[in-house]
């Protein structure tokens, strides 16, 4: 069960932190991963962070100015998004291997 939270209406050059709360998993032996997708789109990976928390993968489109975080004694995941632009505005899903949480509004106005 993966439920995802933190998505909002925000100007542009906002930030925001998402956040995935797993249960039911052994959370601290999987990659957690952020994707996002827009109406007609196909779902992108945005962000990735290995059990380990020592490699992490952003896409070019939030690299710069996104961090993924976890916290296993929680089972966690975060996804700070800074300096948010239009084309950010997506809903946002957390990722555990198969598993999919119902995803999160984020909205970038101009």
């Known amino acids: 069960h993966l439920v995802e939270s933190g998505g909002c209406l925000v100007h542009a050059g906002g930030s925001l932190r998402l956040s995935c709360a797993a249960s039911?998993?052994?959370?601290?032996?999987?990659?957690m991963g952020w994707y996002r997708q827009a109406p007609g789109k196909e779902r992108e990976e945005v962000s990735c962070?290995?059990?380990?928390?020592?490699?992490?993968y952003y896409a070019d489109s939030v690299k710069g100015r996104s961090t993924i975080s976890r916290d296993n004694a929680t089972n966690t995941v975060h996804l700070q998004i800074n300096n948010l632009k239009p084309e950010d505005t997506d809903i946002y899903y957390c990722?555990?291997?198969?598993?999919w949480g119902q995803g999160t509004q984020v909205a970038v106005s101009s």
């Open positions: 962070i290995d059990s380990n928390y020592d490699r992490t």
């Open positions: 990722n555990l291997n198969m598993y």
């Open positions: 039911g998993f052994s959370f601290e032996h999987y990659y």
